[in-house]
């Protein structure tokens, strides 16, 4: 799977300008002489981040939002017709009720068919972060089937709690995507942002736990004041990050993903496979479903 | 007889260091004037009151950087008692960058008001200077076709440490989150010229003033209590850290006192549409 990551810098609720410059990427990819099968864009990547009470103005209907990416694409690709995999992420109105979500969208040369809507669960709501107010929360971590096998996706602070991609890999995904928006903070030492570092640290470790890749797609750009730590990058099941983007400025980072590396790797640290068989214990002793009785020991 | 084992301690609580990567900073702070001014706003000069002291300084470095110097407007507005160190030192800055500068005296503007105060004391004469002040250097603003940047730090944001509506006016403000010490770690990574990073830093409203005399603590010891103190501590737990608990509390008596200098004017609320309660847009849309 040729993957590229579409680190954007939007200018701020001009959806129309970030649409049209998105457009022009996406000629730019499809020119490419291999072509790219997937594009990854960041989390509010076509209004910029924080919009405040603004978000009602500026949230899209999925499947409206989805027809517009499918006719950016299919304009660029012109009479040549390539298909592509879409993921994105936006803010989200279904019919007046609000998400932080990411679509991910198959697009042929004549239909489009929206494969997934994510909806962020985790809502950061606290210090500089303000989306419980203006927001809803997802209620369901689903993944779902691509012609590339079976992936999740999690919008920023849904990728900090570990347990996400444990479920998301549980249930099947071989890629996450995460779509993100993370305005850097920690400057002390080292020649990377404290915020920077986290993300790499937390995004590598699921990697490696649960043999899968990782593409993280960061939004760029200052926002009074906050500036995105783009960051783009794809790891692989090993642990290698196989291309990253400078946290400033907008790029396209681009890779080929070998997906017979999901299975060498869960083959050498085949911590899933564990995990698999241990979890109903541990689900049992969260005691959550008090009537559940203890699950039969695994073979 | 049994090996004692070793025992490897973990250190006890040292004071916040302050450090920043000053080259990781920069490279920040620039792109972030870069993005305000060039791309959001479409201004390609900038223009900023230039002090003598390290904090201006440092922001004329920095937005050199950022426009180029050609488009940098450092402007020198002394008052008959300034000291001329203050106007020679800034005279330096300019000299290494290149910038444009100009000097406009604001003697006769602030003793055209103050004739008529003759009873004014030196906190209301230093309040009339730095609002005659940020007066001219928003009509050059607007002369030049360019954007005032501001100079304020972050040590005397939160002390309260500064005329409200005059040196927190301009729209933009690279060091606003970096404490005094920090500012002076970026302006060595700068190369601000070494004597307005040594010298002893000075409001310079009145003659042989500092502001460590002012604030009657120094900036180190007021930065790391201020340090623990953002970063939710209680005052006995920064005195048990070693500060001295009457520091402590000066420091906390100037940021509990002065929450409403970092804030815009308390407007009476009447409707469910009243603007940064209700109605909220951010400032970039």
Not at chain 2, 172 to 201: E, H, M
Request: hydrophobic share 45%.
């Amino acid at each position: 799977m040729k993957v590229a990551v579409v680190q954007t810098k939007p200018h701020k609720g001009d959806v129309e300008a970030n649409l049209a410059t998105l457009g022009a990427v996406f000629a730019q990819l499809a020119a490419a002489e291999k072509p790219y099968d997937a594009i990854v864009a960041p989390e509010a990547a076509l209004t910029g981040y924080f919009l405040e009470g603004a978000v009602y103005e500026r949230a899209f209907e999925a499947e409206t939002l989805a027809a517009r990416l499918a006719g950016l694409w299919q304009a660029a690709t012109g009479s040549e017709r390539k298909p592509v995999d879409v993921a994105l992420g936006f803010y989200e109105n279904e019919g007046g009720t609000y998400y932080n979500s990411a679509l991910y969208l198959h697009v042929e040369s004549d239909r489009h068919e929206i494969l997934h809507v994510h909806r962020k669960m985790f809502l950061p709501t606290y210090g500089v972060f303000d989306e419980g107010r203006f927001l809803s929360r997802g209620r369901r971590l689903q993944t779902f089937e691509t012609r590339f096998g079976r992936m999740a996706m999690l919008i920023c602070e849904d990728a900090w709690h570990a347990i996400m991609p444990t479920i998301a890999a549980i249930k099947g995904a071989r890629v996450l995507i995460v779509p993100s928006a993370s305005p850097g903070r920690g400057f002390e030492d080292g020649g990377e942002l404290e915020s920077v570092v986290h993300w790499r640290s937390v995004l590598r470790s699921y990697a490696v736990e649960h043999g899968l890749f990782v593409i993280y797609a960061g939004l760029a750009g200052f926002e009074g004041g906050k500036g995105m730590t783009g960051s783009s990058a794809v790891i692989d099941p090993f642990g290698e990050t196989l291309v990253v983007a400078p946290v400033l400025g907008a790029h396209v980072i681009s890779v080929e993903l070998d997906f017979s590396d999901i299975d060498v790797a869960r083959a050498r640290l085949p911590l899933l496979g564990d995990l698999g068989a241990v979890l109903p214990d541990l689900l049992f002793d969260m005691e959550l479903m008090p009537h559940m009785n203890r699950p039969s020991v695994s073979p | 007889m049994t090996e004692l084992l070793p025992v490897i301690e973990a250190p006890r609580h040292r004071p916040p260091e302050l450090r920043i990567d000053a080259a990781l900073a920069t490279d920040w702070l620039v792109a972030f004037l870069q993005d305000e001014l060039i791309e959001r706003r479409g201004v390609r000069n900038a223009v900023l009151g230039l002090s003598g002291g390290v904090d201006s300084a440092v922001v004329a470095f920095l937005a050199a950087r950022a426009l180029g110097p050609e488009h940098v407007h450092a402007i020198r507005m002394p008052y008959r008692t300034s000291s001329p160190d203050s106007l020679a030192d800034a005279q330096a800055v300019i000299d290494a960058l290149g910038c444009a500068s100009h000097t406009i005296e604001i003697s006769a503007a602030v003793d055209g008001y103050l004739q008529f105060e003759p009873d004014a004391d030196a906190r209301r004469r230093g309040n009339v200077m730095a609002r005659t002040r940020m007066l001219v250097l928003f009509d050059q603003s607007s002369k030049l076709s360019a954007l005032p940047v501001g100079t304020g730090n972050k040590t005397e944001r939160l002390m309260g440490y500064f005329t409200w509506h005059a040196d927190d006016s301009p729209p933009v403000n690279p060091i606003g989150d970096l404490f005094k010490t920090q500012v002076w770690q970026l302006a060595r990574y700068l190369s601000v010229p070494v004597q307005i990073v040594d010298k002893a830093p000075s409001a310079d409203l009145e003659a042989n003033q500092t502001d460590e005399g002012d604030l009657g603590i120094t900036y180190l010891e007021a930065d790391r209590i201020l340090t623990l103190m953002l970063s939710g501590r209680s005052d006995e737990a920064i005195a048990a850290r070693g500060f001295a608990p009457a520091d402590v509390a000066l420091v906390r008596r100037r940021v509990e006192g002065t929450h409403w200098k970092r804030h815009l004017p308390t407007t009476a609320m009447l409707s469910n549409t009243a603007i940064n309660e209700f109605y909220l847009r951010p400032v970039d849309y």
